[in-house]
């Protein structure tokens, strides 16, 4: 079991930026596939991006593309996601959130096994 704590979420003027934490517990994190998604009021959880358990690889919804970076350091335990250019529409509730088994299916949220508890992004215009 692991356990992950989301931090580095808060309000910010449109076109700043943020960069969010994702802390994990145990010695097996550094296996896991992890990801980033996003919940605004109203509307299901969604895929933002996510990187292989080496970083060698990562993913992007094409909303954030070009925008936003998720890496690393699984000597510290650790995943960010960096995000830049922020935009009302960014505004969420960000959650990561690690796949134990490589289900293959990073873009979805029934491809992660645990999940943290979630820290808010709010955009203003």
């Known amino acids: 079991h692991v356990q992950l704590v989301e931090s580095g979420g808060g309000l910010v003027q449109a076109g700043g930026s943020l960069r969010l934490s994702c802390a994990g517990s145990g010695r097996t994190f550094s296996r896991y596939m992890m990801g980033w998604f996003c919940q605004a009021p109203g509307k299901e959880r969604a895929f933002v991006g996510a990187?292989?358990?080496?970083?060698?690889?990562?993913y992007y919804a094409d909303s954030v593309k070009g925008r936003f970076t998720v890496s690393r350091d699984n000597a510290k335990n650790t995943v960010y996601l960096q995000m830049y250019s922020l935009t009302p529409e960014d505004t969420a509730v960000y959650y990561c959130?690690?796949?134990?088994?490589?289900?293959?299916?990073?873009?979805?949220?029934?491809?992660?096994?645990?999940w943290g508890q979630g820290t808010q992004v709010t955009v203003s215009s």
């Open positions: 990187i292989s358990w080496s970083g060698g690889s990562t």
């Open positions: 959130a690690a796949d134990r088994y490589y289900s293959g299916s990073y873009y979805t949220p029934a491809g992660y096994d645990y």
